[in-house]
């Protein structure tokens, strides 16, 4: 007769329960992954279908019992580290959103929303557009497959452990935060450039003709003028995403491997 002692069983368990919340916590916040369009029965399973995948190649496990407060306590950190990881992925997106209500402010269309399903609020159409071209260009790059290709990496980096999330790593994804505006700035600036030129000869133009309403001929003046720059940008805009992905990436490997301490 077959039998299994408690403690054999809590390791089987931990094989799959502490990976799997970190697979499961990035795939909730990661960009691609956490889109309204996986339902979370679909995320599910591809969460169990990457831990089974990387079961083998894990390292050895602590001695936990995974209904123990402890690994309790285990459990929480797997999903804080997973969680980490997705956000920090997701900041590059971010500025790319801001990007797109800065230029969209300028041109005047900030009240022209979008209902956006992946936040469930609405949206500058400008900012959603940007944020569809960067999400084209994460899969043309194969952005989701070197995100799963980081996660795996830092189970070596980042073992599962009694060792809590060093304050480092938290320090180092601020540091990276902090992109989010600078980069948002540049990706836009081109656009507010052109359009404060556009204002400053809207206002010339209503200083030299004081019988013009340049209300009713500004407005859709800033509108084709921030149209056809975006239009001009656009063959440009593929290497700044580039280059912002790039850093989002870097980013990541340094709060992994800062939060390992």
Do not use: C, K
Request: hydrophobic share 60%.
């Amino acid at each position: 007769m077959i039998s299994f002692s408690s403690a054999q069983l809590d390791a089987w368990i931990a094989l799959f329960v502490f990976p799997l919340a970190r697979i499961l916590a990035l795939l909730a916040t990661a960009p691609v992954f956490n889109n309204a369009g996986l339902s979370p029965r679909l995320r599910l399973i591809i969460g169990l279908a990457i831990g089974l995948g990387l079961a083998p190649t894990l390292p050895p496990m602590p001695a936990i019992a995974p209904g123990s407060w402890l690994g309790l306590a285990v459990l929480v950190q797997q999903i804080l580290i997973g969680v980490v990881l997705g956000f920090t992925l997701r900041i590059a997106f971010s500025a790319v959103d801001m990007a797109g209500e800065l230029i969209g402010l300028q041109m005047g269309l900030s009240f022209a929303t979008f209902y956006d399903p992946q936040t469930s609020a609405q949206t500058p159409v400008v900012s959603e557009f940007l944020g569809l071209l960067m999400l084209l260009l994460f899969l043309a790059m194969n952005g989701h497959l070197l995100s799963l290709s980081v996660l795996a990496e830092s189970f070596r980096l980042l073992p599962i452990t009694t060792t809590p999330f060093a304050a480092p790593g938290f320090a180092a994804l601020l540091n990276w935060a902090a992109v989010l505006y600078s980069a948002g700035l540049m990706l836009a600036l081109p656009l507010i450039a052109a359009l404060l030129i556009a204002n400053i000869a809207l206002g010339v133009l209503a200083r030299i003709a004081p019988a013009l309403n340049i209300f009713a001929v500004g407005f859709p003046v800033t509108i084709v003028a921030g149209f056809v720059v975006l239009m001009l940008s656009l063959p440009y805009f593929g290497a700044a995403l580039e280059r912002l992905y790039d850093r989002g990436f870097v980013a990541l490997a340094e709060v992994i491997r800062a939060g390992g301490g």
